[in-house]
């Protein structure tokens, strides 16, 4: 597959109530890599298989949630394209300098009907995975907590759902793979993806806009979720639901909540997506297995709790 345009989820900035809370949270349980921090306190993190300086961003707050997510596009080229297209859709867009984010190139930062911030970026300071471009090992030693592989993708709650959608079917080249419909014919859910993944950005209708529901990371096992799981039970770290399966996306998951109430997914396999094969539709009256497949009942946690 010819990655153009849109190539992946960049990172989240995410607000916490506690840093030094946080971080010994995302590196010592989640297992991401602290790889620097900022005059404004900001701190930056990896999962050990990316090679980008950094996916997550930590920002200490009053309150939790996301501040905004980015994507990497393929190049300066195609930033400024969509730069241009994102103006003329309509959209309110910001052209954040070089370094505003310590090791990243331009942003191009835009609003979205649904209440959320998103970025486009096309340059980030590579730091490696830790094993090198020759003859490399499988994985590097010293890994701590869950291990887990990269950011993976984010699901967001907001107002006006459909707009969000659009702007990015419509003017970032993404694919709808599927969506859950209501009775009445609305699509009330949407499973986008800019790659081959099942979805690299989820959304959701509700009645509050700019509403993050999970930050979500790869496992490459079904073992490795269960691995996960006793980890969360060793240092008593809120469990929402899991480990179960979804219907949606085939993955197999397990939901919990960082310890400022952010609600992080740890999970593994789902489907290879290619453009010509067209979205997946589920109907409202079905969500509970769409959502949580092996017991086909909705956890009311999981629909109402956002930050």
């Known amino acids: 597959m010819s990655f153009k345009g849109v190539m992946r989820p960049g990172h989240a900035a995410i607000r916490v109530l506690d840093m030094q809370e946080s971080v010994k949270y995302y590196v010592e349980r989640i297992g991401l890599i602290k790889t620097d921090e900022d005059d404004q306190g900001r701190v930056y993190l990896k999962a050990w298989d990316e090679h980008d300086r950094f996916s997550i961003v930590l920002r200490e707050a009053d309150s939790p949630g996301i501040d905004h997510m980015a994507f990497k596009v393929y190049s300066t080229a195609d930033l400024d394209e969509f730069e241009g297209k994102l103006n003329d859709y309509g959209q309110n867009v910001e052209r954040i300098p070089a370094n505003e984010l310590k090791g990243c190139g331009e942003r191009v930062r835009f609003d979205s009907p649904s209440g959320h911030t998103f970025e486009l970026y096309a340059e980030k300071e590579v730091l490696g995975n830790g094993l090198g471009r020759k003859n490399p090992d499988p994985w590097p030693e010293g890994l701590k907590g869950m291990q887990v592989y990269r950011f993976d993708h984010c699901l967001l709650y907001g107002s ?13 080249g993404f694919d709808l793979t599927e969506e859950v419909v209501s009775p009445e014919g609305d699509r009330i859910a949407a499973f986008l993806s800019c790659s081959n993944k099942a979805h690299d950005l989820a959304i959701l209708e509700y009645a509050e806009p700019g509403k ?5 990371f790869m496992l490459m096992s079904w073992e490795e979720v269960l691995r996960a799981a006793d980890i969360m039970g060793m240092h008593n770290i ?17 939901y919990f909540f960082d310890p ?23 109907n409202a009256e079905e969500l509970g297995k769409a959502i949580f497949y092996h ?6 946690n999981f629909l109402t709790v956002v930050t």
């Open 295 to 300: 017991d086909r009942k909705l956890n009311e």
């Open 160 to 172: 006006n759902s459909k707009g969000t959608v659009d702007i990015f079917r419509e003017v970032l």
């Open 260 to 282: 400022s109430g952010n609600r992080n997914e740890v999970f593994c396999g789902d489907y290879t997506w290619y453009p010509d094969h067209g979205p997946i539709t589920w």
């Open 212 to 216: 993050l529901h999970h930050v979500s």
């Open 238 to 254: 809120s469990i929402d639901i899991g480990p179960t399966r979804h219907g949606i996306t085939r993955g197999r998951t397990i």
